[in-house]
């Protein structure tokens, strides 16, 4: 039996889309399947938990979405050890490109139906865990102030979603202060002037694409940390191209580290998201988890990173 998890919202209305579609694979292949709509991030783990305490035999859960509604349920997951099946519908979908899972939905299914997991780490925080980065300070900003602006609406309503991104990027770059930050990767600590931001990825992406951790591997059991240091307006809004190749690593203002555990005190207070979803001002402390969630990915046949294999010993 597979539970279908569906945030109808996400991707400005793409999940919903998304569901339709698959549905009708479902029923065309006699998929035995339950259906369960999410209503909300803080409602959907008791509703996810209420829904796989009904039966055994869930031989995974696929959420349709991006990658806050993956985040919304991987509480969940971990406590019922449930495997991942990912449909991208979200705007991001770096969950879905982290794990080389296809962006169509019929091709996301197959991958869904195929008894091939991955191993695959999870960030633990305060605030729950985390499957592609947690990020604090200027891209934080930015995701918080396009967010909360009206700008978004207005460009989702023409379908330029990424045109927002760009205007936020913009609108932060005018307004947001670098400061001092402290970094602790595996108890040894590092402090950087005029920071920018830390990020904190299990996975190489986010921001839809954007390789801020390009070196990072889900099953590794290490985190990869990108800190931008050191430099004026202007030579930061010269990084974002190099992002996009994740080429930034070898600049002499940004320092990666990697470790199990990682601290990050900015010395002012600074935004943090975890999977593009907000989680507040406060100081961050984050571990590794390894290998605590399993994963349905294509990767696993490749036997590209971590612990590869079938999710089921009976397949
Ligand atoms: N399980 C859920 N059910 C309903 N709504 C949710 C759930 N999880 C998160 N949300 C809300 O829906 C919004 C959109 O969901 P989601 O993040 O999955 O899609 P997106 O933002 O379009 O894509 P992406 O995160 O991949 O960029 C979230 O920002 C959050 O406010």
Redesign the pocket.
């Known amino acids: 039996m597979y539970l279908l998890?569906i945030?109808?919202?996400?991707?400005?209305g793409?999940?919903l889309r998304t569901w339709h579609t698959v549905e009708a694979m479902l029923k065309a292949r006699a998929i035995p399947h339950e259906a369960l709509?999410?209503?909300?991030?803080d409602?959907?783990e008791n509703?996810v938990l209420h829904a796989l305490a009904r039966r055994e035999d869930w031989r995974a859960a696929i959420?349709i979405?991006?990658?806050?509604?993956?985040?919304?349920?991987l509480g969940a997951l971990r406590r019922r050890g449930v495997p991942l099946g990912v449909i991208?519908?979200?705007?991001?979908?770096?969950?879905a490109r982290g794990f080389g899972i296809p962006l169509t939905p019929e091709a996301a299914l197959d991958n869904a139906l195929q008894d091939r997991c991955l191993e695959a780490d999870l960030l633990s925080g305060a605030d729950g865990l985390t499957l592609t980065a947690v990020a604090s300070g200027f891209d934080a900003q930015v995701a918080v102030n396009v967010?909360n602006s009206r700008y978004k609406r207005l460009c989702n309503a023409i379908g330029a979603?990424r045109l927002a991104y760009i205007i936020g990027i913009l609108h932060t770059l005018i307004t947001f202060k670098s400061c001092r930050v402290s970094v602790t990767c595996d108890g040894r600590e590092q402090t950087f002037d005029r920071a920018w931001l830390v990020s904190v990825c299990n996975l190489p992406s986010y921001g839809?694409g954007l390789l801020i951790c390009p070196q990072a591997e889900s099953g590794d059991g290490l985190l990869d940390v990108c800190v931008v240091h050191g430099i004026s307006r202007g030579q930061l809004l010269r990084l974002f191209p190099t992002v996009v190749k994740g080429k930034h690593v070898a600049l002499p203002y940004v320092t990666m580290l990697r470790g199990r555990s990682v601290a990050v005190h900015f010395a002012q207070p600074r935004h943090a998201i975890g999977?593009?979803?907000g989680l507040g001002t406060a100081p961050l402390a984050v571990r590794c988890e390894p290998g605590a969630l399993r994963v349905l990915s294509p990767l696993a046949a490749a036997g590209a990173q971590g612990a590869a294999g079938p999710c089921h010993a009976s397949g």
């Open positions: 998890i945030n109808s919202r996400s991707g400005g793409a999940g709509f999410t209503q909300s991030a409602s959907a509703q959420v979405g991006g990658d806050g509604t993956i985040h919304s349920v991208p519908a979200g705007s991001g979908n770096d969950t967010n979603g839809g999977d593009g979803e």
